[in-house]
């Protein structure tokens, strides 16, 4: 059996191909085409996003005023999901409430993720007594699940929005800096960052440029897996009257008090928040799972 | 008391009963039936303390009446009068001498505190002078409304004297308040607080284990002193602030009755899902919505920033659409609006909020707050975590004052805190209620008097205009002079000095299972609570 030698242009379209940078609406492409289940996710959540982001100008009526001449109106042509036991328009509240789901969800998950991604690429890289005191308080912390830890700050610290997100990103920060830390610590014994300390750099440059990068793949993926949690999280707590305040347009908020009271006689008071919620989040995991799928390379070609 | 005032009270309370009477079941003769246990429904999260002096809630009345006994209190079995005053621990109601100025009352033999220890007039006499003349740390909220006393004295182990300063028809409504509960002598004594964390009366049911956040219970008490009373073994409260729960609660039978009120749409859904198996009672609520700015804020020290906000709430509007889906239902001034003091209609229309033209009132609020160097002014709204009516009348308000172009947010606290920041003067704008047990408007009225003397206005401003206005209101003993008197207070009050704004009258709707027999609803949620009339038809 004979072997070729690869031809000399060859291996340049090899080198083209695997290599070569790529634009950036090239990589969205080959991602949808390869994902198509990802493709749905991010569709989802992009059209609830850009609601929130257009809210001022998409939604027919104000959200948080009232009309008693509208009181618990079914879905209509006026009102195209109904309007609440105070008249106020269900689609207008959908839309803004978007805006504060994503407001809290893309901030817990950011702040979260990346304290996270600091002290666990911390912890990993500096090991010993840091790595173990750390984690100990990491631990404590992840004893609580996500709900009730957020309960507990916002017990402290009051309800409102800027409180609702220091309640959930703080519960987050100990899962990611878990996640990234076990990256880090294969990352960590690599040649090149020995080769990095040989070469007299700084513990904050080898920690930036040389481990962080490496673990970006599971930190983008968890990030994801948060803005979802951070969303349901967020319209729990408004459930339980401990989130943003009426009348600011929640998801959570419109499935409290009316929307039970109101459940067997005006249901879309209930149903179109509750959709609302399922389906961001539904798209969220769903683009959460393919991001995944891209960037393991076990998992790529499967 | 003159005739003219007596007459025009007792055909209020005549017509207030019937007006009760005609939406209340029809009243059978029944047989009551001993035993069983009542598991009721409190729409709160816990009482903030256990003791009904210094408390103004239901939540703390719902909780502790069936454990305690009253000097007088209105007469259970009428419920919705206004002057039937009945005996609880006293032997018959005494008639006053001294022109009006001295009432003797002669105190049952035999009562017991659960503890066993006999009750006796320096109990009484204790109990009602912590909260008229409340020493030193201990807060009474209704010490105001006892103004015309003079003194309380215990003159042997059966006799408890009044003396009065001068006689007052709110001398009796006074002290018939549901809160007014007795305590034993030696342990207020030993410890002034010891009522705030524990439970220990002679009522008809004895103490038996509360749970926070999840339930109180008691048992009968075996040596109470109405013969036959109670008729029930137990009861079991059940503190559920969230309305659906409660609604569904009564649905499944998991509870058997709330005694505060329900929305009309519960009320609607219950009957038609569960017929003839629940019956409802209905009354006027002497309650209502009131938002208080503190005057210790800037630029709520400004008569004109308040009176603005009074001139944007479109209360004629507001009233009619709310009365829909809230336990709200009239717009009137802070006078119990079926009382003979409260004013006409023309005389609300003069007053700010109540113009008929709510463009020409808006506009002038506007004004206002251009004037007052307040325009796009913006503020929070503290208010309590229950849905009804606090939910929908902050919603309500935070819109109609967006309309001139205030923003307003809100910071909603479960009813412990709530209570806690209005009195640390924690906020800038508040919508609280004024609830009160026996309708009597002179009383009332009291937690619009100056802070330094109502402890339950957390305005924190001092009047001693409008405090005079209601004193001479007090002494005056002719009706139609009396209630000219009470519109001026009201106007200087709500509009003048807008120190508060009387939003909407509360309209009380009781959805209970029909097997629930013996109690009559009131116009008040503190009135009749301490269960022992109540016998369950299973």
Redesign the interface.
């Known amino acids: 059996m004979t072997i070729a030698a690869p031809s000399p242009s060859g291996i340049a379209a090899l080198v083209d191909d695997n290599l070569a940078p790529r634009g950036i609406f090239a990589v969205i492409f080959s991602f949808l085409r390869r994902q198509p289940v990802g493709a749905i996710g991010i569709t989802l959540v992009l059209i609830f996003g850009l609601a929130g982001v257009f809210a001022n100008w998409l939604a027919p009526y104000n959200p948080?005023?009232?009309d008693?001449s509208a009181?618990t109106e079914a879905p209509s042509w006026a009102h195209w999901l109904g309007t609440d036991?105070?008249g106020r328009d269900l689609f207008s509240r959908i839309l803004f409430g978007a805006r504060t789901a994503f407001i809290v969800g893309l901030t817990a998950a950011f702040v979260g993720g990346v304290t996270g991604l600091v002290l666990g690429v911390g912890s990993a890289y500096f090991g010993g007594p840091v790595d173990l005191w750390l984690q100990r308080v990491l631990d404590i912390v992840m004893a609580f699940p996500l709900i009730i830890m957020a309960l507990v700050v916002v017990s402290i610290f009051?309800?409102?929005l800027q409180n609702v997100i220091l309640a959930i990103t703080i519960p987050l920060i100990p899962r990611c800096a878990r996640v990234v830390r076990s990256s880090a610590l294969a990352i960590r014994e690599v040649p090149y960052v020995d080769a990095a300390r040989a070469l007299g750099f700084g513990h904050i440059r080898i920690i930036l440029r040389h481990m962080v990068p490496n673990v970006m793949g599971p930190f983008l993926v968890i990030i994801t897996a948060f803005v979802g949690q951070a969303i349901l999280a967020e319209a729990a707590l408004s459930y339980l009257?401990l989130g943003v305040?009426?009348?600011?347009p929640a998801w959570g908020l419109m499935l409290q008090?009316?929307a039970?009271?109101?459940?067997?006689?005006a249901p879309w008071i209930a149903v179109f928040p509750g959709l609302a919620i399922m389906l961001t989040v539904f798209g969220i995991n769903l683009f959460g799972d393919s991001l995944r799928d891209e960037l393991d390379p076990k998992l790529r070609d499967r | 008391m003159a005739f003219g005032l007596r007459y025009s009270l007792i055909g209020f309370g005549a017509g207030l009963g019937a007006l009760i009477a005609a939406i209340g079941p029809p009243a059978l003769a029944e047989t009551p039936k001993r035993g069983g246990t009542l598991t009721y429904l409190i729409p709160a999260d816990a009482p903030p303390t256990f003791d009904g002096h210094r408390e103004t809630t239901f939540a703390t009345a719902h909780t502790g009446a069936p454990f305690y006994s009253v000097l007088i209190r209105i007469n259970p079995e009428n419920p919705g009068s206004t002057t039937d005053f009945t005996c609880d621990l006293c032997t018959e109601m005494p008639k006053p001498t001294d022109d009006g100025t001295t009432w003797t009352f002669n105190i049952r033999q035999g009562v017991k505190f659960h503890d066993g220890s006999p009750l006796t007039a320096a109990d009484v006499a204790a109990s009602l002078n912590r909260i008229a003349f409340p020493p030193q740390g201990i807060l009474s909220p209704r010490s105001s409304s006892f103004e015309m006393l003079d003194k309380i004295e215990a003159t042997d182990p059966n006799t408890v004297v009044f003396r009065l300063k001068f006689a007052s028809t709110a001398f009796l409504p006074a002290l018939a308040d549901p809160f007014a509960w007795v305590y034993k002598k030696a342990i207020l004594d030993k410890d002034p607080h010891w009522y705030e964390k524990n439970i220990m009366g002679s009522g008809p049911f004895k103490f038996d284990v509360f749970e926070t956040g999840q339930a109180i219970k008691g048992v009968r008490n075996p040596d109470y002193y109405h013969k036959g009373q109670p008729y029930l073994d137990a009861i079991h409260g059940i503190y559920a602030p969230k309305q659906s729960t409660r609604v569904e609660a009564l649905r499944s039978d998991r509870a058997a009755i709330e005694f505060r009120g329900m929305p009309p749409a519960s009320r609607d859904e219950l009957k038609k899902d569960l017929g003839d198996k629940i019956t409802v009672q209905e009354s006027d609520w002497n309650c209502g919505s009131v938002v208080t700015p503190n005057h210790a804020k800037k630029p709520f020290d400004d008569a004109r920033v308040r009176r603005a906000l009074s001139l944007a709430v479109d209360r004629w509007k507001g009233a009619e659409a709310l009365s829909k889906i809230a336990n709200v239902r009239t717009a009137a001034s802070i006078v119990f609006p079926a009382d003979p003091l409260s004013p006409t209609k023309e005389q609300l229309y003069e007053i700010a909020g109540f113009w008929r033209d709510i463009d020409k009132s808006r506009a002038e609020a506007k004004r206002l707050l251009k004037e007052a160097g307040a325009e796009n002014l913006s503020f929070e709204l503290l208010s309590r975590d229950i849905d009804q009516p606090y939910k929908y009348v902050g919603i309500w308000l935070i819109d109609e004052w967006s309309k001139i172009g205030l923003k307003v947010t809100q910071r909603v606290l479960p009813s412990g805190p709530f209570i806690a920041a209005q009195r640390a003067g924690d906020f800038a704008v508040v919508q609280a209620a004024n609830c009160h047990g026996v309708v009597n408007p002179l009383i009332d009225v009291h937690p619009y008097l100056s802070s330094s003397i109502s402890k339950q206005n957390y305005g924190n401003y001092e009047d001693p205009k409008q405090d005079e206005l209601l004193n001479k209101a007090m002494h005056e003993t002719d009706p139609v002079k009396q209630k000219q008197l009470m519109f001026q207070f009201s106007k200087h009050v709500m509009d003048t000095e807008a120190h508060k704004l009387m939003i909407l009258w509360w309209y009380r709707i009781v959805p209970y299972r029909s097997y629930v027999k013996g109690w009559k609803i009131s116009p008040s949620h503190y009135l009749n609570q301490d269960l022992a009339n109540i016998w369950l038809d299973k």
Do not use: D, I, K
């Open positions: 948080t005023s009232n008693f009181m036991q105070l009051g309800t409102g009257g305040q009426e009348p600011v008090g009316g039970e009271e109101y459940a067997t006689t």
